[in-house]
Nanobody, 127 residues
């Protein structure tokens, strides 16, 4: 399994920005598809963003499209989630996830498609 460690969460006012980072272990990070998910209290886990192995393909749900950007630096074994124009409804624990068996340009938007998860980082957006 891949070890994933998220960072960058915190408290921000509505309209503000945060950048989450997820550092992965291993020497084959460039072969992993990566994703971000979130879970708010009392709600189901929600897909937020996904990126393919090489970074050429990304995908977002309508709820964050145009506000969030996923990117990756394969030289640093890190995936990022830039979150702009944050809203109180973005408040949740954010998790990054890795899928280790994937094709080069394929992205994955369902949690069951991922085989490794981080411990999560809290994002709180105040109104």
């Amino acid at each position: 399994q891949v070890q994933l460690v998220e960072s960058g969460g915190g408290l921000v006012q509505a309209g503000g920005s945060l950048r989450l980072s997820c550092a992965a272990s291993g020497r084959t990070f460039s072969t992993y598809a990566m994703g971000w998910f979130r879970q708010a209290p009392g709600k189901e886990r929600e897909f937020v963003a996904a990126i393919s192995r090489g970074g050429g393909s990304t995908y977002y749900p309508d709820s964050v499209k145009g506000r969030f950007t996923i990117s990756r630096d394969n030289t640093k074994n890190t995936v990022y989630l830039q979150m702009n124009s944050l809203k109180p409804e973005d408040t949740a624990v954010y998790y990054c996830a890795a899928r280790t068996n994937t094709f080069y340009n394929t992205i994955h938007s369902r949690g069951v498609e991922y085989d490794s998860w981080g411990q999560g980082t809290q994002v709180t957006v105040s109104s």
